[in-house]
């Protein structure tokens, strides 16, 4: 739905900037939390958002590239925002999308399976977990084996 495509499009702007994928994760977690209080995601919506963000960020450095593939002499004004949305791209590297996605559906207040669940409680924390115990976590939920 448009929806879901235009919540993508912020999403891959507002988890920018973050230290880590793990923050951009928790930034993202918080806006559908938020988002769903207006109007509820499906879970079919929620399953593709990752999905949606990720080609949105892809489409946006592209765009900035061949920007600057037409006007090199401007180059640093038509980079800047590729930066950011490449290195948030590196942070997300492998992380896999039916786990996100179950992240997503947890944070919009589905049921879902406990590793999600315990990964949103993660990311309810008020401190910021250690960084080893976040790895681990990113590792046993996120990465494609």
Do not use: L, N, S
């Given at each position: 739905s448009s929806r879901v495509f235009n919540l993508a499009i912020a999403l891959a702007?507002?988890?920018q900037g973050r230290p880590t994928g793990y923050a951009a994760m928790k930034t993202a977690a918080t806006v559908v939390r938020g988002y769903s209080m207006a109007g509820q995601l499906s879970r079919c919506?929620?399953?593709?958002l990752f999905g949606c963000v990720l080609a949105r960020l892809a489409q946006s450095v592209v765009k900035s590239a061949h920007s600057v593939q037409l006007d090199p002499a401007n180059e640093e004004y038509l980079a800047v925002s590729a930066r950011p949305?490449?290195?948030l791209l590196h942070q997300?590297?492998?992380?896999?999308e039916d786990a996100v996605g179950e992240l997503m559906?947890?944070?919009a207040g589905h049921?879902?399976?406990?590793?999600?669940?315990l990964l949103l409680w993660l990311l309810d924390s008020e401190e910021e977990p250690e960084e080893a115990?976040?790895?681990e976590a990113v590792l046993q939920l996120f990465k494609s084996n």
């Open positions: 702007y507002i988890c919506e929620c399953q593709c949305g490449w290195d997300w590297e492998g992380w896999r559906m947890a944070a049921p879902v399976e406990r590793p999600a669940q115990v976040v790895q």
